[in-house]
């Protein structure tokens, strides 16, 4: 296990995110909340640079008492990074895609110790099992942080 200083965690916006590489594993470390969550930039999907994309609100459906669709609002609470290659949607908080939880980033311990932020890093990095796909360019119309 190798442990990186990534920086005080005062130095991240919140919601915000900053990527490290070490010895050819690549990470997103995520401030939201007061928390910090940090995943291996690598999509469950085929690989692509999950971490890296726009940070933006849950669309969720408003549904009245009624059972009636209200439309679609921006999450208060649930926030997402999308990754930039085919849009998959991941909650910051578990690193899970909505509709499906099969698809998952992978976790990175990460905690804060005397103001400074520190991942541990797995000692060895194993060789992804992935397949290169062009880089779309994903302009969200949604907010973003
Ligand atoms: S590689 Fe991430 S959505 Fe396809």
Not at 40 to 51: M, R
Not at 84 to 106: A, C, M, Q, S, V
Not at 133 to 138: A, L, V, Y
């Amino acid at each position: 296990m190798r442990e990186i200083n990534v920086g005080p965690a005062s130095a991240f916006a919140d919601p915000g995110r900053k990527l490290i590489e070490s010895e050819g594993l690549e990470v997103g470390i995520f401030k939201l909340g007061g928390e910090f969550f940090a995943y291996e930039n690598v999509c469950p999907h085929i690989g692509g640079p999950a971490c890296q994309g726009k940070i933006i609100a849950k669309v969720e459906e408003d549904v009245a008492e009624d059972r009636t669709s209200q439309g679609f609002v921006f999450s208060k609470t649930k926030i997402n990074v999308v990754c930039p290659w085919h849009g998959f949607e991941f909650d910051i908080r578990t690193g899970r895609h909505h509709g499906n939880p099969r698809y998952r980033l992978k976790p990175i311990k990460v905690r804060v110790e005397d103001g400074q932020v520190i991942v541990s890093l797995p000692d060895e990095k194993k060789p992804q099992n992935t397949t290169v796909q062009p880089t779309p360019d994903g302009n969200a119309s949604r907010p973003v942080f």
